[in-house]
């Protein structure tokens, strides 16, 4: 079911001074940033030769990363994103195979305009995993 690794999220407590380390430290090529307020977060992406690395950092009230900085100071790995070719029958597979699909179940379109859906990390080895429909 899952396909090509899409990307891997870095949550950070400043996004631009991040952007900058990974822009004149690792030499990196970054997007401009995007403000999603419907997913509580603003990204950037990195493009790399074989996948992406996103990093984010809260926007506005309630961000469902707030809590994870709280936790961890620094910034850290977040979630992984898996494609499939339907989140629809992925999700009803998750779902009748007992994981926890996050939200009202139903997909958001992500930053890359496409749907997303997000699994519990407890059913996954304490990983955040995001499913997008490509
Ligand atoms: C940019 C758009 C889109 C894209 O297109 O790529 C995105 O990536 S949006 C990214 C931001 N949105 C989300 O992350 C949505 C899904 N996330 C959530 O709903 C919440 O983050 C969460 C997973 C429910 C956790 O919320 P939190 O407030 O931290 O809840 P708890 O404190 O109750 O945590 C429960 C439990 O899970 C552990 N945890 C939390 N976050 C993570 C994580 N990222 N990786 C691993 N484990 C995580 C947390 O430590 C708690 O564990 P215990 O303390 O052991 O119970
Ligand atoms: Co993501």
């Known amino acids: 079911m899952i396909g090509r690794l899409n990307h891997v999220a870095i949550a950070v407590p400043d996004l631009a001074s991040a952007t900058d380390t990974y822009r004149t430290m690792l030499g990196a090529e970054v997007s401009e940033s995007q403000a999603l307020p419907e997913h509580g977060v603003t990204v950037v992406f990195i493009t790399l030769p074989n996948t992406k690395i996103e990093l984010l950092e809260p926007l506005g009230e309630g ?18 994103c898996y494609e499939v070719d339907d989140i629809l029958a992925a999700r009803d597979h998750l779902a009748s195979s007992g994981a926890r699909v996050l939200g009202d179940g139903e997909p958001k379109i992500g930053a890359h305009g496409k749907p997303v859906l997000f699994l519990h990390p407890k059913d996954f080895n304490g990983t955040l995993v995001e499913l997008e429909q490509v």
């Open 63 to 80: 961000s469902p990363i707030a809590a994870f900085l709280e936790r961890n100071g620094a910034g850290g790995m977040h979630h992984i």
